[in-house]
């Protein structure tokens, strides 16, 4: 069975950081994509980022580029988010995800993490 365990959300003031991590485990890590969605109230769940599975490949949203970084550790079973010069809009539940593939403009996830807070206050 498939568990994905985020941890890292707080609350933080604008212009600081936060790393998300996500512990992967039930089938083989390093065969998949990984990537990071977020939701925020009243709001759809967006993409926010992902990962290939060598690590090699990473694509953001235009939202988060140059201030989020996508990365893995295959060794480790676990990807990571860090998160610098955060704003107050990247306020959402933030959602680790194994597997994500884009059919035009739409998602579809292998699964699901339980998701974490982040909360950027201004």
């Known amino acids: 069975q498939v568990q994905l365990v985020e941890s890292g959300g707080g609350l933080v003031q604008a212009g600081g950081s936060l790393r998300l991590s996500c512990a992967a485990s039930?089938?083989?890590?390093?065969?998949?994509?990984m990537g990071w969605f977020r939701q925020a109230p009243g709001k759809e769940r967006e993409f926010v980022a992902t990962i290939s599975w060598s690590g090699g490949r990473q694509d953001y949203a235009d939202s988060v580029k140059g201030r989020f970084t996508i990365s893995r550790d295959n060794a480790k079973n676990t990807v990571y988010l860090q998160m610098n010069s955060l704003k107050p809009e990247d306020t959402a539940i933030y959602y680790c995800?194994?597997?994500?593939?884009?059919?035009?403009?739409?998602?579809?996830?292998?699964?699901w993490g339980q998701g974490t807070q982040v909360t950027v206050s201004s």
């Open positions: 995800a194994q597997d994500p593939r884009k059919y035009g403009s739409r998602w579809e996830v292998g699964y």
């Open positions: 039930g089938r083989t890590f390093s065969y998949y994509i």
